[in-house]
């Protein structure tokens, strides 16, 4: 079954439109497999009228047995849809670093206004002995 799918990932992978499908479809059909898994072997085997293990008539209808199913396909599930998490991020991690990557333009440092020139950063000059305000003068 893993290879089936390792086959379907190399395939699908040049075909980029198709492979967005194939990914929507695999997530989907792992979700309904849990789901009729879950329905089937849950809730359907379990209101059945003989859940007693028997060997010779190859009953196996008990609750160890039926909770050993689920956590096998619940288990299988889970991991190829692990691989195909990580195969999906090592795709689109492959893709940006494939796109080129745009040189910047250099920017002109940018020139000081006069008044910032004349009042320095927030008002205090660069020698700090000059206040920003100006100071009105004592008519007597």
């Not at 072997?41 to 689920?70: E, M």
């Not at 000059?125 to 003068?137: H, I, V």
């Amino acid at each position: 079954m893993c290879v089936c799918v390792c086959v379907c990932v190399c395939v699908c992978v040049c075909l980029s439109p198709r492979f967005t499908v194939w990914a929507i479809l695999f997530v989907l059909g792992r979700l309904l497999t849990l789901s009729l898994s879950v329905l089937t072997v849950g809730f359907g085997l379990a209101n059945a009228d003989q859940q007693v293990l028997d060997l010779a008539n190859g009953n196996f209808n008990v609750l160890f047995v039926r909770i050993t199913v689920l956590a096998t396909i619940c288990v299988t599930q889970a991991f190829m849809m692990w691989k195909f998490i990580n195969f999906q991020l090592r795709r689109w991690r492959e893709q940006a670093q494939a796109q080129p990557v745009k040189p910047k333009k250099p920017q002109a440092p940018k020139t000081k206004s006069k008044k910032d020139k004349a009042n320095g950063v927030n008002g205090v000059s660069s020698n700090g002995a000059d206040s920003p305000r100006s100071k009105k003068e004592k008519s007597s």
